[in-house]
């Protein structure tokens, strides 16, 4: 704004020699003046506003720090796990409830049909979709609605390619022929043996015409403009893979159970099949990925997107809830071993939390010395920490270096004793409190090929962490890897950072079991930055990127480390093999000072306007419950 009063003025004063006229000089004079005190008047105002939001920002961190305020806190945090271990049959109906008002209002918001057949008719690139519809003895009133959900797509290019996989009723093949015979955008073929989905599938693809594939579930509905959506992102850039959030169709038919999902994450992928059964597909990219691969039925879908990753093939993901489904496939992992295998990594795929996706524990490569770096003024915090990273952690190269903030008094005679007697080399840092500074320090003081910085208030709950974060840090495509922390409770305190919630960087599920609107608080996938409680990265990243930044020395040093590696070409991931215990803002006050908010906010400003490319665009930013957005 200064700028560009400036400017005006310049432009003012350039102007007023060419003036002949007494009178428009004496108006040009009086309207400089009337702008200059008007400025004056607005810097003034500016300057008090900022130092008041200043003065009420120091006043609410005060509040925060107080006795009365950490107790009081403690007791919610305390009733807050008591409901999340008594309460989720409740929560369960409140999140029903939540979903269908949801979808009232998205309905409300949406242009009427008509304006969707427009806007498909405007549209310069109007790409065909051949979608592939596999059946195998349907539900007939299932099947009925899933064609239904088809023949109503606002965008007209498509066609409808069915393969009967010798289903054993005869009212498939009648029921089809019908159709046939009423819309020649549909087309049939029909085995008199089993072959299986990958087969019947790939019989489909002889059917198409379309330059994109779409596969679709033999019971699955479509929104009215799926393919509408999908055209729409076409128009920007050709894409080999578009995916869709969806939900499920419960017992009374209503929906619920929706799957919001995350921008494209390699990690996840891995871990999950989370892209769902309806893909659209670029035919071109499926051809050259070998289409469907009938050793792997059941599990085709998976490979095939596995195997489109290995290609290089690009992907967008459309957010928005463009298909729902009656029933959820079971997980199967036949798909990751074969990427593994294919990949030559070392790997064991175990059963992911609560029946969901998988968990593969990565073997270390070689034995890299390990650096754990903590910082620290208090010895009774830090003996709890060492003493649990000797007793709980199984890989054994590893060096502990503890930056010693420095103290006066018996607290200092107590932290050198234990340091002491402890393994650990001792790095004395004096000054103001800056977390930044102080592990810039330690690292410089470390040996370490990985570097995991930790918190003094953390402890493992698991021997193998330490081997979770190695396998992940040392592939060289990551540049960061954080772990699952959790309270003394049991509940999440990190699961991965979001951007652009909260105060510019929230904890989706801090204090909550996990659940509610967001699924992947369980599992390994990528996020733009993790926390630096527990944060582990290869020194020549570290030292690539220049450390630390030491204008955040409380907040945002860690989240500000994590975009500058996603900015330099490497992945962030989220790692919940590696879990510990985080008592959190036990070494230094919490609460998020006004000027690093700023620099945060000038530095990452439009990163955080467009949202977290790792989270939901449909959930709430003011909060960190993976609530849904309100409006």
């Given at each position: 704004m200064a700028k560009d009063f400036q400017h005006f003025r310049n432009e003012l004063d350039r102007l007023r020699p060419q003036v002949d006229d007494p009178e428009v000089v004496r108006l040009l004079d009086s309207l400089i003046d009337q702008l200059e005190r008007q400025h004056e008047e607005t810097s003034r105002k500016f300057e008090r506003l900022t130092e008041n939001l200043r003065e009420l920002d120091n006043r609410i961190l005060t509040v925060e720090n107080s006795r009365v305020f950490r107790v009081l806190h403690k007791?919610?945090?305390?009733?807050?796990?008591?409901?999340?271990?008594r309460g989720t049959p409740r929560l369960s109906e409140s999140n029903a409830r939540a979903y269908q008002l949801w979808l009232e209002r998205q309905e409300h918001a949406a242009p009427p049909e008509q304006w969707f057949r427009n806007a498909g008719a405007q549209m310069q690139y109007q790409p065909r979709f051949s979608i592939l519809l596999h059946l195998d003895n349907p539900r007939r009133e299932w099947l009925e609605a899933t064609i239904e959900s088809v023949l109503r797509q606002s965008y007209p290019e498509w066609e409808l390619c069915i393969s009967d996989d010798a289903c054993a009723e005869p009212w498939v093949s009648s029921y089809v022929e019908q159709l046939v015979s009423r819309d020649p955008r549909i087309h049939f073929v029909r085995s008199k043996q089993s072959m299986g989905p990958s087969s019947s599938l790939n019989r489909a693809m002889i059917l198409t015409s379309g330059g994109y594939i779409a596969t679709l579930s033999q019971h699955g509905l479509l929104s009215p403009h799926a393919f509408c959506y999908a055209a729409e992102a076409l128009q920007v850039e050709r894409f080999d893979l578009l995916y869709t959030d969806h939900d499920y169709i419960g017992v009374t038919g209503s929906r619920e159970r929706p799957c919001f999902k995350p921008g494209w994450s390699p990690e996840l992928l891995d871990a999950s099949m989370y892209?769902?059964?309806?893909?659209?597909?670029?035919?071109?990219?499926?051809?050259?990925?070998?289409?469907?691969?009938?050793?792997?039925?059941?599990a085709h879908l998976h490979d095939l997107v596995l195997r489109l990753m290995e290609a290089g093939s690009t992907v967008f993901h459309i957010p928005r809830v463009l298909v729902s489904e009656h029933d959820v496939p079971d997980p199967d992992s036949r798909a990751v071993e074969a990427a593994l295998v294919r990949r030559k990594c070392q790997a064991v795929i175990e059963p992911g939390p609560n029946g969901s996706g998988f968990r593969i524990h990565r073997k270390v490569l070689g034995t890299p010395l390990v650096s754990l770096i903590i910082c620290s003024r208090n010895a009774r915090l830090l003996e709890k920490c060492l003493d649990s990273i000797e007793r709980k952690t199984s890989y054994a190269r590893r060096e502990i270096v503890v930056v010693q903030h420095s103290m006066t008094g018996a607290g200092d005679r107590r932290m050198a004793r234990l340091l002491d007697r402890s393994k650990s080399r001792r790095v004395t840092y004096t000054g103001a409190f800056n977390f930044a500074a102080m592990n810039n320090a330690g690292i410089e003081s470390s040996n370490g090929e990985i570097v995991v910085f930790m918190n003094d208030d953390v402890g493992p709950l698991d021997t193998m962490?330490?081997?979770?974060?190695?396998?992940?840090?040392?592939?060289?495509?990551?540049?960061?890897?954080?772990?699952?922390?959790?309270?003394?409770?049991?509940?999440?305190?990190?699961?991965?950072?979001?951007?652009g919630m909260m105060d510019g960087a929230g904890h989706p599920h801090r204090e909550t079991a996990g659940g509610g609107f967001w699924n992947w608080s369980f599992h390994a996938r990528n996020v733009s930055a993790v926390t630096g409680a527990c944060l582990a990265i290869r020194r020549e990243v570290f030292e690539q990127l220049n450390g630390f930044d030491i204008n955040f020395p409380v907040n945002y040093n860690d989240v500000d480390l994590c975009l500058?590696?996603?900015?330099?070409?490497?992945?962030?991931?989220?790692?919940?093999?590696?879990?510990?215990?985080?008592?959190?803002?036990?070494?230094?006050?919490?609460?998020?000072?006004?000027?690093?908010?700023?620099?945060?906010?000038?530095?990452?400003?439009?990163?955080?306007?467009?949202?977290?490319?790792?989270?939901?665009?449909?959930?709430?930013?003011?909060?960190?419950?993976?609530?849904?957005?309100?409006g």
């Open positions: 007791a919610s945090h305390t009733l807050r796990a008591w409901r999340s271990r892209l769902g059964r309806f893909l659209i597909v670029s035919k071109s990219a499926l051809i050259r990925a070998g289409e469907f691969q009938s050793e792997l039925d059941d962490w330490l081997n979770a974060l190695v396998a992940q840090a040392e592939r060289p495509e990551i540049g960061v890897v954080g772990a699952q922390l959790v309270y003394p409770s049991g509940l999440i305190q990190h699961a991965g950072i979001a951007i500058r590696a996603g900015q330099a070409g490497f992945e962030v991931i989220y790692e919940p093999a590696a879990r510990l215990e985080h008592g959190e803002c036990k070494t230094r006050a919490p609460g998020v000072r006004w000027e690093e908010r700023e620099l945060f906010q000038a530095r990452w400003g439009e990163l955080l306007e467009k949202g977290d490319p790792y989270y939901s665009r449909h959930l709430a930013r003011n909060r960190e419950d993976c609530s849904l957005r309100d």
